[in-house]
């Protein structure tokens, strides 16, 4: 099997909004502000509602109802009104498969995605709000493996349990490639920036090409960490297991190992942005 023998089943494909898909290029725009971005918004009558209605909501408190995008935006405040686009925008763009727990999926997926982010900031080698993107589209392709796959993808999970193998050898082993290689496939059927599609690509083995993509390391980290936040791993031991070779490649500072409490703590408010 190859790569783009999943994509020719594109009545499967999840349908991500063309406002997602342009939002994502504004992200690499340095110049991007609130018209660009609330305009985008605006063309989407979906999203526009999803918008009013999260800053009407009782999250925010306001005493007065907003019924402009324009204004909604500056209230959200660009990287939460980015943050909302996207991952609403993906979260519902698929609303069950079969094997995968959605709920679980994104969950795990904005978790990455805000470790990503917290990285990010903390490196002048990648930029944060594209981090944070890397990181919820990071894991798509397993996605599209089970969308288009069932049956594959659960003798995957099957090997993964009771081989005790990795994921990576077992989908080489069932598929010749891995999911990685299908989320960037499907990134570039979606015209991503294709930066995104490489660090998405490398980020389980970063050192696979001789010079190490930044973002495809801090996309490796942030796994890592969520990793150790999932198994609710002592922090001694987050410390200690640290891939400080990575986190170099990263452009971290030997520092971060100090702040690694920081984002074992870190907390997200998706669930009142996606409700």
């Given at each position: 099997?190859?790569?783009?023998?999943?994509?020719?089943?594109?009545?499967?494909?999840?349908?991500?909004?063309d406002v997602v898909r342009e939002l994502i290029v504004l992200l690499n725009d340095p110049n991007a502000n609130y018209f660009d971005i609330s305009?985008?918004?605006?063309?989407?009558?979906?999203?526009?509602?999803?918008?009013?209605?999260?800053?009407?909501?009782?999250?925010?408190?306001?005493?007065?109802?907003?019924?402009?995008?324009?204004?909604?935006?500056?209230?959200?405040?660009?990287?939460?009104?980015?943050?909302?686009?996207?991952?609403?925008?993906?979260?519902?763009?698929?609303?069950?498969?079969?094997?995968?727990?959605?709920?679980?999926?994104?969950?795990?997926?904005?978790?990455?995605?805000?470790?990503?982010?917290?990285?990010?900031?903390?490196?002048?080698?990648?930029?944060?709000?594209?981090?944070?993107?890397?990181?919820?589209?990071?894991?798509?392709?397993?996605?599209?493996?089970?969308?288009?796959?069932?049956?594959?993808?659960?003798?995957?999970?099957?090997?993964?349990?009771?081989?005790?193998?990795?994921?990576?050898?077992?989908?080489?082993?069932?598929?010749?490639?891995?999911?990685?290689?299908?989320?960037?496939?499907?990134?570039?059927?979606?015209?991503?920036?294709?930066?995104?599609?490489?660090?998405?690509?490398?980020?389980?083995?970063?050192?696979?090409?001789?010079?190490?993509?930044?973002?495809?390391?801090?996309?490796?980290?942030?796994?890592?960490?969520?990793?150790?936040?999932?198994?609710?791993?002592?922090?001694?031991?987050?410390?200690?297991?640290?891939?400080?070779?990575?986190?170099?490649?990263?452009?971290?500072?030997?520092?971060?190992?100090?702040?690694?409490?920081?984002?074992?703590?870190?907390?997200?408010?998706?669930?009142?942005?996606?409700?």
């Amino acid at each position: 099997m190859q790569v783009q023998d999943l994509l020719k089943h594109t009545d499967k494909l999840p349908n991500v909004p063309d406002v997602v898909r342009e939002l994502i290029v504004l992200l690499n725009d340095p110049n991007a502000n609130y018209f660009d971005i609330s305009k985008k918004v605006a063309h989407d009558q979906t999203m526009s509602l999803k918008v009013l209605r999260v800053v009407n909501s009782a999250y925010f408190g306001l005493s007065r109802k907003v019924y402009s995008i324009d204004e909604a935006t500056v209230i959200l405040g660009l990287n939460k009104l980015k943050t909302l686009v996207i991952a609403s925008g993906f979260a519902n763009s698929v609303k069950s498969v079969e094997g995968i727990d959605l709920k679980e999926f994104w969950r795990d997926s904005f978790r990455v995605a805000l470790l990503a982010q917290w990285l990010g900031k903390r490196t002048d080698a990648v930029d944060a709000e594209e981090a944070f993107t890397a990181g919820i589209v990071h894991n798509l392709g397993r996605l599209l493996l089970h969308l288009t796959e069932p049956n594959i993808a659960q003798e995957i999970q099957v090997l993964v349990k009771t081989q005790y193998i990795s994921r990576t050898k077992a989908e080489m082993d069932k598929l010749t490639f891995t999911t990685q290689d299908a989320s960037k496939a499907l990134m570039d059927l979606w015209k991503f920036p294709p930066e995104l599609g490489e660090a998405v690509r490398l980020h389980k083995r970063p050192f696979s090409e001789e010079n190490p993509q930044p973002l495809a390391c801090i996309l490796n980290l942030a796994c890592y960490l969520n990793a150790c936040i999932r198994d609710e791993r002592d922090e001694m031991l987050v410390v200690d297991g640290f891939p400080k070779t990575v986190s170099k490649a990263a452009g971290l500072p030997e520092k971060i190992i100090y702040e690694l409490g920081e984002a074992l703590l870190l907390e997200d408010d998706l669930d009142q942005l996606l409700a």
